[in-house]
């Protein structure tokens, strides 16, 4: 039933066999699952604040009057999907009904949509639970696009002129940084060299690096054998979770860095542990290992925390992005010069559209955009985002890196790959998202039978 | 069943009579209630952007093992009230079955409890649908202590020591603008005067101003009728929504002036309605109307925005509040110079400890508080907070008035009082929200009476 990787044919009778358009597709149902998985008994994910997440997921699936389905996500950490769920639900009202081309003739004004219901704004507006609903819905929607254009999700934005890209863009309350004007400007000049960079991905695909190492729950075994092990895969990544006792943290620090050498390069991430003085200190006193970033030192709302910790710790270079809660606030990252790396969200920013929005800032203050993944489908996502902005945005991949986390990717369809701690360009039609029936089923919550079965056994 | 205003004693026999303490109270059960006014069919509320709100409120009723019950709200705006409804009721489990003694020893640590659940966080942190959800229950929490105390809110602040009161705070992510040691000192610096200015509070109460006249749904007729009725009626301070047609908005500026004068004072409010340099340019083609201050010119997200604002509409001044998601926004709004007035919200902050940190950072930054209210509750709210600030934080009335709006008062037990264009101080025991048993059966969405007649007439 969720399943589909034939051609394109409306479920009736009369265009059987023949190719569909946008305008032959009409949504005709949309439901959305609450899915969890109980990654939280193993420490996966764990860090300084997010202790016990169990990777979980608000799923769309769209379905039509024809043998297409649409899939979407939004990644959440367990408790409250059912807040997303249900956001999502009521947004499905600008969603179900229509013909796919009405949505995909203005994809900036569907977000509109989505963003600007006259009532439910006011428990955002464009943050937090409807938001991250709102990306769910966005997401399957562009995924339902892809496959009726028959590309994957990179491919289909990679084929659209820059005046049909900028149309899928909501530039309201950012053309103070990126006009429309600017961003089509841009777009044609990055068309220069355009396919010897799709060879470049084709031959070698996206860099990445991994985040499986350092969670804060490992210990110092576990952490030095995840080393051993991503050196002998290929990685030259590496990310160590901080933010614990200074001591700690140094000791990890130490421990990581003698196990990659000097010549790998190691992340470390604070998860929004620490005020902003503290911030500072802290990082100043973890710089003797070398930080290649420290990511979330403070509140993820605290734009001017991050410049002054930027100031303050340079050259230790300053990431954040993934609790960003929308393209106004990374316009002012970058405005206020308060970030290095923009870290993307694909599920917290409202979908493909406002992610490109956030890839064309980056462009223009030029600031290396590293999209945060890991958690469930994140990874699936943002292979397709890196793509789009090495080969229609950045044109570049100096400093920049996706981060990948080995967690989860059995439950998709087409799941990410990974060759040589690079991310293999995706060939599927769609946004990569669909999962396997047998996965919806079993991680439904709370009536899976995964957990009936740790509710049986007290888990 | 919901009222009381006995003086506080168990319903058990054991302690009949008694005055309880803060340790002999319980709170059994955590009730929460959708409630829903359809105020948009009378386009009351309606503005550039909130065409057609229907105050609403996630209503949290606490029952103990006494006679005592504590009442909080969270205020929306019609659809997702459901959504502040779920997120409540996940919450209560840091509320039921504590002693009342447990949370009042250290509110400050409770907020951080409610606002940093490890997988719940992920849907903000600290921001829309949870952070709501968290007012309601932080805000039905001191309702419940001031009963206990026998005093209205306002006053349980006032008696409190600068330490107790520091204590309510969570000072995480904004000890770089204040420290618990500066609002110590700066509370124990207003000691100075407080009897004086409780008498003029007692004499003259809290100066307000109506938004009552200036509705974007209302026509030049209705605008002109109320501006007369408010002038009769002693108001000063008229506050007008813009956003429409720039010739539109011209009109009604020109009509509302002429009808209250060049001594009266207009506000301008254009709910977010422009990007950062159509708000500049259109708030200078305002400025000949003089405005007392222009509210919510962009984005609420928008700190760099309303600051260049600021700068380029001098001397017009910018307010905005009422969409700040918290007090690490606030005190970047204040950091970035970006607000001549900073507008509280009294549920969109996590209650009224949250709502202490941000007016003690308008104290030290010497921004004029101006509390955001109408709705529903939130004038029975803002009312309290105005009371503490003059008598404890800023200890003046200079450059400052509390929005009143005249709507659905008439559902509370002890709703405001205007007395010449001035909150009445307070003198019953609590935070002033809770409402009538009648009320809470017909509003109740969606099995309420008021939304079966509505549904029964196609409404």
């Known amino acids: 039933m969720y399943r589909n990787q034939r051609p394109c044919e409306t479920s009736g009778d009369s265009k059987k066999g023949e190719r569909l358009s946008l305008s032959d597709i009409q949504i005709t149902e949309v439901r959305v699952l609450d899915l969890r998985f109980p990654t939280s008994r193993a420490k996966i994910g ?4 997010n202790k016990d997440p169990d990777y979980s997921a608000a799923y769309v699936i769209l379905e039509t009057n024809s043998d297409l389905v649409g899939y979407g996500l939004t990644f959440t950490l367990g408790r409250g999907t059912e807040l997303c769920v249900s956001a999502a639900q009521y947004l499905a009202r600008y969603v179900r009904g229509r013909l796919l081309s009405s949505i995909t003739d203005d994809l900036g004004a569907f977000s509109r949509q989505l963003t600007n219901d006259s009532q439910f704004r006011w428990l955002g507006p464009e943050k937090g639970v409807i938001h991250l609903a709102a990306a769910a819905l966005i997401n399957a929607v562009w995924d339902l696009y892809a496959r009726v254009e028959a590309k994957p999700l990179w491919q289909l934005v990679a084929d659209m002129t820059p005046e049909e890209i900028v149309r899928t863009i909501d ?10 004007e600017w961003a089509i400007e841009h777009l044609k000049q990055k068309r220069t060299g355009f396919n010897e960079r799709l060879e470049v991905l084709k031959q070698s695909g996206y860099p990445a690096y991994t ?9 110092d075994d576990e952490i030095r054998q ?24 140094k000791r990890r620090a130490a421990l990581i860095r003698s196990e990659i050498g000097t010549s ?8 929004q542990k620490w005020g902003v003085e503290e911030a500072v200190r802290r ?15 403070t509140s993820p709302d605290d734009i001017l925390g991050h410049a002054r910790i930027k100031r303050e710790v340079s050259p230790v270079r300053i990431a954040t992005g993934e609790h960003c809660q929308n393209r106004v606030f990374f316009k002012q990252l970058m405005q206020a010069n308060a970030i290095d790396v923009c870290q993307i969200d694909s599920c917290r920013l409202a979908g493909v559209g406002e992610n490109l929005a956030v890839m064309l800032m980056a462009a223009r203050f030029e600031i290396p955009v590293c999209p945060h993944a890991g958690g469930v489908g994140l990874c699936e996502y943002v292979q397709h985002l890196s ?6 945005i950045s044109g570049s991949m100096e400093n920049r890196v996706t981060e990948f986390v080995d967690h989860l990717h059995e439950h998709f369809v087409d ?12 060939a599927v039609p769609g946004y990569s998202i669909e999962m396997y029936p047998q996965t919806l089923r079993d991680y439904n919550y709370p009536d899976g039978s995964v957990w009936k079965k740790l509710g049986a056994s007290g888990g």
Do not use: Q
């Open 226 to 249: 995840l080393c051993r092990d991503g050196l002998a895969d290929g990685w030259t990544h590496f990310k160590l979770k901080v933010g614990g006792e200074p001591l700690h943290d």
């Open 171 to 180: 530039f309201r309350y950012i053309d103070d940084a990126i006009t429309s």
């Open 264 to 271: 790998n390069k190691l992340m470390m991430d604070a998860n």
């Open 387 to 392: 793509a789009i902005d090495y080969l229609c």
């Open 211 to 219: 985040t499986s190492a350092g969670w804060f729950g490992y210990s």
């Open 283 to 297: 990082t100043r006193e973890l710089a003797e290992f070398d930080p290649w970033w420290m990511e979330e030192p």
């Open 46 to 49: 764990s860090d300084a604040v």
């Open 415 to 426: 799941p990410v790959r990974i060759r040589n701690a690079h991310y293999v360009l995706p």
